[in-house]
């Protein structure tokens, strides 16, 4: 069983419409006894981080949800903000403390020229062979994006892709049982239903 976590904000609803468009069972998450009904976990995100962590703890989601992933090993995936949370902190807004799941800090992508946030279409760039692009053409590598930070990990042997972005830019991560993604797979269409699809068969 498929557990969305819901918080209250996010991309909650879109995911769970992608769910049932490819038929996959899933349950939602709004409490801590709910992860004990669950096999995989998956964190959708939209807005910010200090204020998804936030409405974790309000809900008394953040330790249940830490202990899922870092004691209980269930294969995790993090989108967007789902992601940038799994870091030991972020800058966004105030320096927020996060789940200290991957090594690394949250921060604004250092840009110039091109404008922030970041929104569109990314050819991602795989740096590794990785489960979560398994049967993902070349040419069908293509995501979609919304945001102005990125999760800078310490251990880059666990980043699985990237952009480019005036700079590089994580664009996806997996550590041990822990997949995140950058880009939203609920709006990249095939590739993001793909995706998905990898991530539930694991």
């Given at each position: 069983m498929i557990g969305l976590v819901n918080y209250g904000s996010g991309n909650y609803k879109s995911l769970s419409n992608v769910l049932d468009f490819l038929n996959v069972k899933h349950q939602k998450i709004s409490s801590p006894e709910d992860f004990t009904k669950v096999s995989h976990i998956i964190l959708p995100g939209v807005?910010?981080?200090?204020?998804?962590i936030e409405q974790l703890k309000k809900k008394k989601l953040f330790d249940e949800l830490n202990y899922n992933i870092?004691?209980?090993?269930?294969?995790?995936?993090g989108i967007c903000v789902g992601m940038q949370i799994l870091s030991e902190e972020g800058e966004e807004n105030i320096i927020t403390k996060g789940?200290?799941?991957?090594?690394?800090?949250?921060?604004?992508?250092p840009t110039k020229k091109l404008r922030?946030?970041?929104?569109?279409?990314?050819?991602?760039?795989?740096?590794?062979?990785?489960?979560?692009?398994?049967d993902?053409?070349?040419?069908?590598?293509?995501?979609?994006?919304?945001?102005?930070?990125?999760?800078?990990?310490?251990?880059?042997?666990i980043v699985t892709s990237t952009i480019f972005f005036e700079h590089e830019v994580t664009a996806s991560i997996q550590s041990d049982n822990i997949f995140a993604v950058q880009f939203h797979p609920?709006?990249?269409?095939?590739?993001?239903?793909?995706?998905?699809?990898?991530?539930?068969?694991?």
């Open positions: 807005g910010s981080y200090s204020g998804l870092r004691d209980k090993k269930k294969p995790f995936l789940l200290n799941l991957v090594k690394g800090k949250t921060i604004k992508i922030l946030p970041n929104i569109g279409w990314h050819n991602i760039n795989l740096k590794k062979k990785n489960i979560l692009f398994k993902i053409e070349e040419n069908e590598l293509f995501f979609y994006f919304v945001h102005s930070f990125f999760l800078k990990v310490e251990n880059h042997e609920e709006k990249s269409q095939v590739a993001g239903c793909k995706l998905l699809n990898n991530f539930i068969n694991l």
